[in-house]
């Protein structure tokens, strides 16, 4: 029997590399008639920084964040996706995708896109989708390719 995943979870963070999960994470919810599940961590540690803080930063990054994963959802919907959902969390994004999300919605396969950090960030905080592989519970799919399996034009990064 062939193996038909029921949920997937797809993160998004508005990188290159996650649109292309997103966009085939669409397609494999459409062939396996699966739910799609699709979340964006605001990285609190990002706020930890700005001796400043105020709530206004987390209320636009919270509101960025809906547009976009509404614009997704609408994407999904026009491409015969019954079942989409979307969820914003607050946290480390490695945890709450590798972990926290697959056990409250029963997620059968998570996908993510190929890191977009260079050597040296890699080093020194490491990559959600390797992070991801090497703690989830179920099957994970890294995207690198767009929906023709190729591989998307790069721009030169500085």
Known sequence: MLQQYKRILVAV????EAELAFKKA????????AALVLVHVIDTRAFQ????????MAEQA???????M????RYAKNHDVEDVRYTIEYGSP???IA????EEQDIDLIMVGATGLNAVERIFI????EYVIRQATCDVLVVRTDLENKLPDKKEKY
């Open 13 to 16: 963070d508005g990188s290159e």
């Open 26 to 33: 669409v397609y494999v919810a459409n062939r396996n008639e």
């Open 49 to 56: 920084s700005v001796s400043s803080f105020d709530g206004a």
């Open 62 to 68: 919270t509101e960025q964040a809906k547009n976009t």
């Open 70 to 73: 509404e614009e997704y959802q």
């Open 94 to 96: 490695k945890a709450i």
């Open 99 to 102: 972990k926290q999300i697959p």
């Open 126 to 129: 490491g990559s959600v989708s």
